[in-house]
């Protein structure tokens, strides 16, 4: 008996076979089974990630104990940290501050550095790993095999596909926790958490909604943008990532997106960009890739990264500039046990490349709140809040290990989701069919996970 999971997206496809079960070679209907197709024996027993983004999947599935190893370089999570400094999980690095060019290798910054082969060694060589989690799987044509291309990956036969934040939509991001509970025979429990998300985004849709008619006709104008990275030159881009979109309009706004459909437009004249911008209600600012939110503390940093030519003065009044940069993992030479000791460096990390993309009805209250705070109510201070108003002043909330134990009673009283949900909503929720156990255990199961948003 087994199941299959499709990942439509990437053109992978995996048999999860149950309890072990033969290898089968053929579906039900006589057709061969892909030749590229991987094979895991179900419920999973270990998984090592690369990044930071899966291991909210299995907290929220209660399933942490399966994570075996974990590079904990951009990981924001107070309990996998906390677990990580204990030493009861293996640490190890799994990146590379070298890159292969023109037949030559080059460092990306002094000192040079390769984790790949202690990687392999605790993941591809271990026993106790029997899935490697990876957001992309390509060769790119290094000669050096130890040298990996996906965030995570082995490149071994252990390797799952598995990029949540590359889907379309907030609520389709957080339904790839169903594919991830396939392979611990934890499909039950993945359905009623995206379930009660689900309720409680729609919920607050719906709070958002009514407060927009009440503002009036004219909707509020929201839109994403990074500036540059140079403060010398001016240069603005407006995105419009189709869960960005989502999550402005879902919030009561109408999204300000390119004229021509495109995902991105670029701004290289400040007048050009003052005008366009001049009637936007509220920014939310995503840069910071290149310098670190530690470089964006004070309100007067965040603008002089917007470049010159544009600036807090040439706002609409009331407008809002926040950042998603709201909470951060502590950033201190001991904050991560591997990297105490090896080359490397566990930065500020965000929480919202991590708890968000499995979190959007969370992401959704926190960004109402701060556009219609008297319809939504705020973010209970342990859960997570992940935007900051920057025209307010708010600064960063930096979070470490320490912080795990609040962290676990808040999702235990259900406070960081359905906090939004009255007390009967959340009731008929846990009491749906989605909520209760399946006892069906030797079924074939076909689970397409397409990936394609909500």
Same mark, same amino acid.
């Given at each position: 008996h087994f199941k299959v999971v499709k990942n439509l997206k990437e053109d992978k496809t995996y048999i999860l076979r149950i309890c072990g079960s033969d290898v089968p070679t053929k579906y039900p209907n006589g057709t061969a089974i892909e030749s590229d197709a991987k094979h895991f024996s179900v419920p999973v027993k270990?998984?090592?990630?690369?990044?930071?983004?899966?291991?909210?999947?299995?907290?929220?599935?209660?399933?942490?104990?399966?994570?075996?190893?974990?590079?904990?370089?951009?990981?924001?999570?107070p309990c996998l940290r906390q677990k990580e400094k204990a030493g009861e999980i293996t640490s190890q690095g799994s990146g590379s501050s070298r890159y292969y060019w023109n037949n030559q290798w080059y460092c990306t910054s002094p000192p040079c550095y390769n984790h790949s082969d202690g990687w392999l060694a605790v993941t591809r060589d271990n026993a106790d790993v029997s899935m490697v989690l990876t957001d992309a799987q390509f060769t790119n044509g290094n000669p050096n095999g130890a040298l990996l291309a996906g965030n995570g990956a082995c490149n071994c036969d252990k390797d799952v596909v598995f990029d949540p934040a590359g889907d379309g939509t907030p609520l389709g991001r957080a339904e790839a926790i169903k594919m991830l509970a396939a392979f611990f025979n934890e499909e039950d429990r993945a359905n009623l958490i995206f379930d009660r998300e689900k309720a409680a985004y729609d919920a607050t849709k719906a709070l958002a909604a009514?407060?927009?008619?009440?503002?009036?006709?004219?909707?509020?104008?929201?839109?994403?943008?990074?500036?540059?990275?140079?403060?010398?030159?001016?240069?603005?881009?407006?995105?419009?990532?189709?869960?960005?979109?989502?999550?402005?309009?879902?919030?009561?706004?109408?999204?300000?997106?390119?004229?021509?459909?495109?995902?991105?437009?670029a701004f290289t004249d400040a007048a050009v960009w003052k005008t366009f911008a001049a009637d936007i209600d509220v920014f939310i600012d995503e840069s910071g890739e290149f310098y670190g939110p530690?470089?964006?503390?004070?309100?007067?940093?965040?603008?002089?990264?917007?470049?010159?030519?544009?600036?807090?003065?040439?706002? &609409? $009044?009331? #407008?809002?500039?926040?950042?998603?940069?709201?909470? +951060? /993992? @502590?950033?201190?030479?001991?904050?991560?046990?591997?990297?105490?000791?090896?080359?490397?460096?566990?930065g500020h990390n965000y929480a919202w490349l991590e708890s968000a993309v499995f979190r959007p009805a969370h992401v959704l209250q926190g960004l109402v709140h701060e556009v219609w705070p008297d319809y939504v109510k705020a973010i209970p201070a342990a859960c997570v809040d992940y935007f900051r108003d920057i025209i307010a002043e708010e600064a960063h909330v930096i979070k470490d290990h320490t912080h795990c134990d609040k962290w676990? &009673? $808040?999702? #235990?009283?259900?406070?960081?989701v359905t906090?939004? +949900? /009255? @007390?009967?909503?959340?009731?008929?929720?846990?009491?749906s069919p989605a909520a209760k156990p399946s006892f069906i255990v030797a079924i074939l199961v076909a689970l397409v996970v397409a990936l394609i948003g909500a």
């Open positions: 270990g998984a090592a990630i690369g990044w930071s983004t899966p291991y909210a999947a299995f907290e929220l599935l209660g399933l942490e104990d399966k994570v075996k190893v974990v590079d904990p370089q951009y990981v924001h999570s009514s407060a927009a008619a009440a503002h009036g006709s004219t909707k509020k104008k929201c839109a994403w943008i990074k500036p540059n990275a140079d403060k010398t030159t001016f240069k603005m881009t407006l995105k419009a990532d189709a869960y960005k979109v989502a999550y402005c309009e879902d919030a009561g706004m109408t999204a300000v997106v390119p004229a021509d459909g495109t995902k991105s437009q530690e470089s964006y503390d004070t309100k007067a940093e965040v603008f002089d990264f917007m470049g010159p030519g544009w600036g807090e003065s040439d706002l &609409k $009044a009331g #407008a809002l500039v926040l950042r998603i940069d709201r909470e +951060l /993992s @502590d950033n201190s030479a001991t904050s991560t046990k591997f990297y105490e000791t090896n080359e490397g460096d566990s676990d &009673k $808040a999702n #235990a009283e259900s406070q960081c906090n939004i +949900l /009255s @007390d009967d909503e959340y009731a008929a929720i846990r009491n």
